[in-house]
């Protein structure tokens, strides 16, 4: 199968890019580095020992996605293009909404004029918001607590009301709870742009001495020992999880959501602890105020996914902290460090 794949030399597109290409699809990258590096690419390729064009643009440029369709004529698309960090969200609410609402629209037009009927969408558990009841299935609520999660919510419903126009027009839309980990090559990873806002590439940046401490943003929620608890998901799992989202889009139509997790939350602290052990040295922290937008807990009820996608995670804490210790210390600095 053709498959394009916007933002794919991003964090969760490159381990998706490799997931693809072992399954004999033929892809094409679509992004605009504005939140990556073209050496992840060069590695993919290196890894993967196959070629993989990719075309520099952005997923709001109309003249671009068509470009590319022409060039490519994809019979899938997934759509990893767009921001993701809650904070920034809240200062940059119009970016937000023009980059992952207007851009999932521009995306969904070029499909539309290029005959296109099958996307799988990278959405976010932060659909859920505060929850109603734990664990979260695909019916619960959908009230987000950060503009992020509410430009993720509407992109599903654009993508929901397209597919429903019919014509054999497929969505998939895939809830992620927290991507963690690296590849077992040490060559693929999460390098995020400055200070990261998430908690395994900062607690990494601390253990390679990179950052100074550990910020634990509240140690007074709810939870077993008061820190935030999330459902976390190796990358590769996740990955994995978009290969089967494409079996399930070649045998079903309309638009359809999965929450892809593995149903055991962990808080802050077990996730330091865990890599405390896996790197076998000493993360200092701090307990800072705690942030907009986020929430005390949560959890995935990931049964769908299995019963309907034949997916399930297969990766321990133990597998995430390591990889993501090995990664760090071969990658100080990310994709700046040659190989």
């Known amino acids: 199968m053709r498959v394009l794949v916007t933002g794919g030399a991003g964090y969760i597109g490159s381990h998706t890019l490799l997931e693809l290409l072992a399954n004999g699809h033929d892809v094409m990258v679509f992004d605009s580095y504005a939140n990556a590096k073209p050496e992840v690419l060069t590695r993919v390729r290196a890894l993967s020992n196959l070629d993989v064009p990719d075309m520099l643009g952005d997923v709001r440029d109309a003249h671009a996605l068509d470009q590319v369709m022409a060039d490519f004529s994809p019979d899938t698309v997934i759509h990893f293009a767009g921001l993701k960090a809650v904070g920034q969200s809240l200062d940059q609410?119009?970016?937000?909404?023009?980059?992952?609402?207007?851009?999932?629209?521009?995306?969904?037009?070029?499909?539309?004029?290029?005959?296109?009927?099958?996307?799988?969408?990278?959405?976010?558990?932060?659909?859920?918001?505060?929850?109603?009841?734990?664990?979260?299935?695909?019916?619960?609520?959908?009230?987000?607590?950060?503009?992020?999660?509410?430009?993720?919510?509407?992109?599903?419903?654009?993508?929901?009301?397209?597919?429903?126009?019919?014509?054999?027009?497929?969505?998939?839309?895939?809830?992620?709870?927290?991507?963690?980990?690296?590849?077992?090559?040490?060559?693929?990873?999460?390098?995020?742009?400055?200070?990261?806002?998430?908690?395994?590439?900062?607690?990494?940046?601390?253990?390679?001495?990179?950052?100074?401490?550990?910020?634990?943003?509240?140690?007074?929620?709810?939870?077993?020992?008061?820190?935030?608890?999330?459902?976390?998901?190796?990358?590769?799992?996740?990955?994995?999880?978009?290969?089967?989202?494409?079996?399930?889009?070649?045998?079903?139509?309309?638009?359809?959501?999965?929450?892809?997790?593995?149903?055991?939350?962990?808080?802050?602290?077990?996730?330091?602890?865990?890599?405390?052990?896996?790197s076998g040295r000493d993360i200092p922290r701090q307990i800072a105020p705690r942030r907009a937008g986020d929430i005390a807990s949560m959890q995935a009820d990931a049964s769908r996914a299995q019963a309907e996608l034949g997916w399930k995670a297969d990766h321990s804490l133990q597998d995430m902290a390591a990889s993501t210790w090995h990664w760090q210390q071969a990658n100080p600095n990310g994709y700046d460090d040659p190989i």
């Open 93 to 278: 609410p119009l970016h937000y909404y023009d980059v992952n609402v207007a851009g999932t629209l521009a995306l969904l037009h070029a499909m539309d004029r290029a005959g296109v009927r099958k996307l799988i969408f990278s959405s976010s558990a932060t659909v859920y918001g505060e929850p109603v009841y734990q664990p979260y299935d695909e019916a619960h609520p959908l009230r987000p607590t950060s503009v992020y999660g509410r430009t993720k919510m509407i992109a599903e419903q654009v993508i929901m009301d397209w597919a429903a126009t019919g014509g054999g027009k497929t969505g998939v839309l895939l809830r992620y709870f927290n991507p963690v980990g690296a590849h077992v090559s040490t060559r693929l990873g999460e390098d995020p742009t400055g200070i990261p806002d998430n908690l395994m590439p900062f607690i990494a940046q601390v253990a390679v001495g990179k950052r100074d401490v550990l910020s634990v943003f509240g140690d007074d929620y709810d939870t077993p020992d008061g820190t935030g608890c999330r459902d976390y998901i190796h990358v590769v799992d996740l990955a994995r999880a978009h290969v089967a989202a494409m079996g399930w889009a070649e045998n079903n139509t309309g638009a359809r959501p999965f929450n892809i997790g593995t149903g055991h939350p962990y808080s802050v602290r077990d996730m330091v602890n865990a890599f405390e052990q896996a």
